[in-house]
């Protein structure tokens, strides 16, 4: 099995800064694309920031310049650093990585979830 964790939530004032942070174990062969996702209250979860196996991103069009997603392979760990946060990004945010496991089959795992609230 392969278990995703992810930390770093909380409440942030208009303006200020957070980093998510994402670790997956278990039994991880390699891991592919890893991603952020949001979701808000009476709204549908939506992609917020995705970076492949190589290394490269993409972000939604609402967080780019304020976003950044990264990852350390070595820790099997992906990070959302946000800044210039706004009451709009108020969601629960999930990680979520698509894994090939220790038994060659490729599955996309998903974290539990972390609460971000942007508000003064």
């Known amino acids: 099995q392969v278990r995703l964790v992810e930390s770093g939530g909380g409440l942030v004032q208009p303006g200020g800064s957070l980093r998510l942070s994402c670790a997956a174990s278990?039994?991880?062969?390699?891991?592919?694309?890893m991603g952020w996702y949001r979701q808000a209250p009476g709204k549908e979860r939506e992609s917020v920031a995705i970076i492949s196996g190589g290394g490269s991103t993409n972000y939604t069009d609402s967080v780019k310049g304020r976003f950044t997603i990264s990852r350390d392979n070595a820790k099997n760990t992906v990070y959302l650093q946000m800044n210039s946060l706004k009451p709009e990004d108020t969601a629960v945010y999930y990680c979520n990585a698509d894994v090939l496991t220790s038994w060659y089959r490729n599955y996309i795992y998903w974290g539990q979830g972390t609460q971000v609230t942007v508000s003064s």
């Open positions: 278990g039994s991880i062969h390699t891991i592919n694309a």
